[in-house]
């Protein structure tokens, strides 16, 4: 099969284009990098052209109420080009509970983005992911303030990029879902906790502070970012993960337009 994945050159975009090609597929990486701009169109025909599966693994410049403005722009641009080249399974990675936490604007917007989708003119596949484990240093920077970590007790489930990967690619290689697939890791932690094994596992002298009006996960209650039953639960525990990383968790790369 042919794929042309959007968001193909950051983080999570490049694990999908190589779990695809070690497959046996064709996947081909698309970003403004590489040309093709979802904003204005541009470059998108050719990046479309001969594909089977469009994957969108983008993310917005802005994580406020204006990343709405531009889910809406690249989504119709995305959806229409994909047609017009014959695309026949439309599939985007989004977040668990994204529809569970209305006080963030930028999971406003993210469900913005599933309802074009859903109402598109393509065969579609929605799946959402929980937080990756390479992402939890940023999460920790937002609210950190010198020497000292805050975070909620929020329960969170996070799961390995590469283990994310392979549920979306196993998803983008079927029959369209018509529907939303949860993809989470095996473990439930509460975030102040996750915060705490991830400075320990790297001998990081901050503290954590439990403190539940702290960062953007504040906002989300009870098991609001718990991924729904019956849903795709990845084999790696994040302690295991972690101690297999060496020096500081490493930022994220994520592909942005």
């Known amino acids: 099969m042919k794929f042309a994945v959007l968001g193909g050159t950051g983080r999570i975009g490049s694990r999908i284009v190589q779990t695809l090609t070690t497959d046996g597929h064709e996947a081909r ?42 889910f809406r722009t690249a989504t119709a641009n995305l959806l229409t080009a994909a047609d017009a080249a014959g695309v026949q399974h439309a599939v985007l990675l989004s977040i668990v509970g994204v529809d569970r936490v209305p006080d963030l604007g930028y999971y406003r917007a993210k469900v913005l983005q599933e309802e074009l989708f859903k109402a598109g003119p393509l065969p579609y ?44 690619v196993d998803i983008a290689t079927g029959p369209p879902l018509q529907g939303v697939r949860d993809v989470a890791g095996p473990d439930a932690i509460p975030l102040d906790e996750l915060g705490r094994i991830t400075l ?9 502070l439990t403190d539940d009006t702290a960062g953007p996960f504040a906002a989300a209650s009870g098991d609001a970012l718990i991924p729904a039953t019956g849903g795709h639960t990845g084999p790696t525990h994040y302690r295991d993960w972690i101690r297999k990383v060496t020096g500081p968790v490493p930022h994220p790369t994520c592909e942005t337009w």
Do not use: C, K, N
Not at 125 to 153: C, H, K, N
Not at 200 to 208: N, Q, Y
């Open 200 to 208: 320990a596992a790297h001998d990081d002298g901050r503290t954590t």
């Open 29 to 70: 990486a698309h970003a403004r990098s590489t040309g093709v701009d979802l904003l204005t169109g541009t470059g998108l025909a050719p990046a479309l052209a001969g594909a089977d599966v469009v994957i969108d693994a983008t993310q917005s410049p802005t994580t406020d109420d204006t990343s709405a403005d531009f």
């Open 125 to 168: 596949s929605i799946v959402r992911a929980t937080q990756f484990f390479e992402y939890i240093d940023e999460i920790m920077s937002w609210s950190t303030q010198g020497r000292t970590v805050r975070l909620p007790t929020t329960l969170v489930q996070p799961i390995a990029a590469a283990d994310a990967a392979r549920a979306l």
